[in-house]
């Protein structure tokens, strides 16, 4: 998967396959940042909808806590 947009409340995914998962399923998902250290994240997210190859995802908790995500947003 690539990631297409991110922001606090979620992000968007795009596959390389049709997906077997189905909106309101919950998924764990790890990625890097592409910033300077390559910041790994692993969030649980629930999948909110589907289109195509393209998914959108929203995180089940919030993003104050994380301060990684946070300062990668701001900058």
């Known amino acids: 998967m ?3 947009d991110i922001s606090f409340s ?3 995914i795009k596959l390389r ?3 077997r998962f189905k909106v ?3 998924l764990y998902i790890e990625f890097r940042l592409d910033d300077a250290n390559r910041s790994p ?3 649980k997210v629930t999948v909110i909808n589907i289109e ?3 998914a959108g ?3 089940t908790s919030p993003q104050n ?3 990684v995500l946070g300062f990668y947003l701001f900058n």
């Open 2 to 4: 690539s990631v297409k």
């Open 10 to 12: 979620g992000i968007r």
């Open 17 to 19: 396959m049709m997906p």
């Open 24 to 26: 309101g399923d919950t």
């Open 41 to 43: 994240i692993k969030k």
């Open 52 to 54: 195509g190859l393209n």
């Open 57 to 59: 995802l929203a995180y």
């Open 65 to 67: 806590h994380d301060s």
